[in-house]
Nanobody, 116 residues
Framework: QVQLVESGGGLVQAGGSLRLSCTAS????????MGWYCQAPGKQRKLVAR???????NYADSVKGRFTISRDNAKNTVYLQMNSLKPEDTAVYYC??????????WGQGTRVTVSS
């Protein structure tokens, strides 16, 4: 079994910053691929950013240059630094891990609200 615990969401004004954290535990490798997805009300869940076992990263076009994903393998933790936040970034953000390289698990989500 795998557990993901997210933190760092909240309410912020447009232009502000937040840092999300997600710590994984259980049957994982320390360098398993991890990522962040978001889901706004009435919309489908979509990729925000992901980081591979080797540290390479991918971002949604809408967040490039504003968000940065990083990881600390020693802590089994992935971070999402979100800068220059916009109201359209408002969503529930979910952490995901591809445990042992092949099974996907999801966190419970953390809410981010950006006011204009």
């Amino acid at each position: 079994q795998v557990q993901l615990v997210e933190s760092g969401g909240g309410l912020v004004q447009a232009g502000g910053s937040l840092r999300l954290s997600c710590t994984a535990s259980g049957n994982i490798f320390s360098n398993d691929p991890m990522g962040w997805y978001c889901q706004a009300p009435g919309k489908q869940r979509k990729l925000v950013a992901r980081i591979s076992s080797g540290g390479s990263t991918n971002y949604a076009d809408s967040v490039k240059g504003r968000f940065t994903i990083s990881r600390d393998n020693a802590k089994n933790t992935v971070y999402l630094q979100m800068n220059s936040l916009k109201p359209e970034d408002t969503a529930v953000y979910y952490c995901t891990i591809k445990a042992r390289g092949w099974i996907d698990y999801w966190g419970q989500g953390t809410r981010v609200t950006v006011s204009s």
